[in-house]
């Protein structure tokens, strides 16, 4: 700011109140401070005075405490919401509630208008919690997470259709005998990833056994060891990265190869995707377009009360990496040997 105000002659207080934004100076001058700013290469953030006297400028995103762990996925939501709100003139605060908070419905002193202009909820609540939250007098939107309450904004991965992708891709390339490895009561997202997964089977003609049906999960919604079933499946659709991870640590241990012996998918494309030996065959969730619709949404409910968008599901796309095999190849292949 010396520099500028060395450059046009005039006080280091006029060249912050032009690039603050706060009142005390000409248009002129400003736009003049501005322009000097840029050829001197210096950058500033000049959007925070855009945020209205009665506002505080801060956004909360908030989490249960159990989808916090090593695999840090949601931590990618909070980062590019971080960074579209830094570009905005606003900031972005963490808050995570434990599973007693949740339970006893206590409702964080920090997610007050006073604190906070609004809230991204990310991952699932309890309805309860969900309910407690939407009776405030608080502009919320709900991140990969969605119930039956139709006047609540969300913004969810679409994971029916993904999970209905990698199913499809499974069969077409020969697993007929398919598992589904996901607590189906925990998350909406669960739900929707298992509900893809069936549609897939019945256009295929494929029966769906209960016995193909795997909890990985405990009503806490703390992650529990695979039970394995029998009767061993092809392939094992998962519902997210950390269990395709985990049951393929657990394969190992019970002598099966993976791929050779059995397919193993995830879901996310998360740090366990990669973690994993072999690398997991995996849905990308676009957390980028994700945080910035929630960004643009919880913004517009701030300056724009009544405003909705309902339900909006975005898109994934499948990584292929080295967890599948090809069961088609292998048959080819043994029908020509014996042929020899």
């Known amino acids: 700011m010396q520099d500028i105000a060395d450059r046009l002659g005039i006080s280091v207080v006029a060249v912050s109140k032009a690039l603050s934004g706060k009142s005390g100076v000409s248009d002129a001058l400003r736009e003049e401070v501005r322009r000097t700013a840029d050829e001197l290469g210096y950058t500033y953030v000049s959007k925070r005075r855009q945020v209205p006297a009665n506002h505080t400028g801060n956004i909360c995103v908030l989490a249960s405490s159990k989808f916090i762990d090593a695999d840090s996925f949601y931590l990618k939501y909070y980062k590019h919401i971080s960074s579209l709100l830094q570009a905005r003139g606003r900031y972005a605060f963490f808050h ?25 909820i990310l991952g699932q609540l309890s309805k309860s919690y969900t309910e407690l939250i939407i009776s405030k007098d608080i502009p919320a939107v709900f991140l ?22 990698i199913t499809n891709y499974l069969i077409n390339i020969g697993h007929r005998k398919l598992a589904f490895v996901g607590s189906v009561k925990a998350t909406s997202s669960i739900q929707d990833r298992y509900l893809g997964y069936v549609k897939s089977l019945m256009e295929h003609n494929i029966h769906i056994s209960r016995d193909y049906i795997l909890e990985d999960r405990g009503e806490d919604g703390l992650m529990i060891p695979v039970k394995l079933p029998a009767d061993m499946p092809t392939a094992f659709v998962c519902n997210c990265d950390s269990t395709a991870y985990e049951l393929i640590r657990q394969l190992k241990k019970e002598g099966y190869r993976v791929p050779q012996d059995i397919s193993v998918t995830g879901f996310d494309n998360s740090v366990y995707s990669d973690m994993s030996d072999p690398k997991i065959t995996t849905i990308e969730v676009n957390t980028e377009q994700m945080s910035q619709l929630a960004v ?14 309902g339900r909006i599901p975005v898109s994934g796309r499948i990584l292929y990496k080295n967890s599948v095999m090809s069961i088609k190849k292998i048959a080819r292949s043994s029908i020509f040997d014996s042929n020899f």
């Open 96 to 120: 995570t509630i434990s599973a007693s908070e949740e339970e006893g419905l206590a409702y964080p002193p920090l997610l007050t208008p006073a604190k906070a202009d609004g809230i991204i």
């Open 296 to 309: 643009d949404t919880i913004l517009k409910k701030i300056s724009l009360p009544g405003y909705r968008i």
């Open 144 to 165: 990969d997470f969605y119930d039956d309450r139709k006047d609540i904004d969300c913004i969810i991965s679409d994971s029916f259709y993904a999970s209905y992708d």
